[in-house]
């Protein structure tokens, strides 16, 4: 097995294939798309690329929801292209990691279709969690478990027997008491690593074990009857001994505000690494951000795990657009629709938020079109696809306004997201032609380029990545901590200009800096001292 431990600090780009770019001109994302596109990703500097999943499905929940998890879906390409592009892609020192989803499966997938047909009572319907109803008639849900999405968590059948699903009705939860299940993701996982996989993003990674008894639950009375129950650090152990086989890693989509309970993943023998969402959710306020980061870093050192560091993703609102409303902090339950934005501001503080993350100790991960400062874009109420949307009764605009189609070229068709005339599946909005790759790239002062810098200078600089940080004595308002020895970073959420600390140096800034030694409000800089 491989040692080394690149992950501990790496930069990691996360790619949504439907949106990435588009080979075949057919109006969606695909591999051929995302193979021409992989020395853009070299040439920005990231070290490696996730992928959300690529695998056959129906697409209800943008492919979370997989029929079979060992073929690529028809619209992105073939299993032997992504087998080539794991190769290229390494060729050009990009690792690849996948997404696994193993809470449920697309009731498309062989095991439910199988456990439809053959019944209550099945051994195939014991890979799932199908129940008879309460009520007179069985007509009302085995329980009342909220959903993680709006909406019911049971579906009932024709044969009268109900099943459960977290998410949606085409996303029936799998039995994680069942061993077939623990054994077929066994082999799943498996098969990627056999691939030359470097890591796996484990989809949902606190929800897969259920109250046994599946018992009903009071909120704040109960424990939570599937978030986070004890048995599920069993499973992760044995994953860990077969990613520790081929040298591969785990990030976890582990949503869970408690330190304690959240650090239990990270145990040497269990995830190398989760996704700390404190931190994307904490608003652009200065004493939140530095109690988010001291909490991450006080609760990742006894577990001698890295932190991670996220800002925005397939789920939540880009950060340009949070960064400018009123209320900075991300909410799921926030209602998003037509909250006003000062995308100049909310602007000016993703690119002081870019240089605060790729200076905190521990691996990054960036969303694409987080480079390009993409903002959330307005989607038409009759283009809208999330589930999420539709489960809401309308009332969320759901998640597509941040899944939109990359902008590469800024007079082509589709701003060259795809060669073809055909539409991309979801609109662009009119005014993105600024955001292009290919006008950012010819401009110093585009968010592109800012990336492109922080990310070398995080390369070629001792002291940034892993390894400790002090906080120094700073005005109020401004955070100022020391990587290495003569390495500052100092972030103004003040609101009006401060001095810069002593300095040999600018290594960086996030904006043009004036010429009287201050530093304005939300803007960050890299010091040499
Ligand atoms: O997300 C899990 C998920 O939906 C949680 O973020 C949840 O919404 C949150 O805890 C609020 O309750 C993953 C994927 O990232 C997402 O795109 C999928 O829709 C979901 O799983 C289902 O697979």
Known sequence: PRTDDWWRDAVIYQVYPRSFADGDGDGTGDLAGVRARLPYLAELGVDAVWFTPWYASPMVDGGYDVADYRAIDPAFGTLEEAEKLIAEAAELGLRVIVDIVPNHVSDQHAWFRAALAAGPGSPERARFHFRPGRGEHGELPPNDWPSQFSGNTWTRVPDGEWYLHLFTPEQPDLNWSHPDVRREHEDVLRFWFERGVAGVRIDSAALLTKDPGLRDFVEGVDPHPYIDQDEIHDIYRSWRAIADEYGGVFVGEVWLPDAERFARYLRPDELHTAFNFNFLACPWEPDRLRSVIDATLAEHAPVKAPATWVLCNHDVTRTATRYGREDTGFDFAKKRFGTPTDLELGTRRARAAALLTLALPGSVYLYQGEELGLPEADIPLDRIQDPMHFRSGGTDPGRDGCRVPLPWEADAPSYGFGSGGTEPWLPQPAD???????????????????????????????GLGDGPMGWLPSPEGVLSFARAENLLCVVNLAGHAVPLPPHTDVLLASDELPADGTLPPDTAVWLRT
Do not use: I
């Open 432 to 462: 993105w032609a600024r955001y292009a790759v290919d006008c950012q790239a010819a401009d110093p002062g585009s968010m592109l380029t800012l990336y492109r810098t922080a990310l070398e200078l995080r390369r070629t600089e001792v």
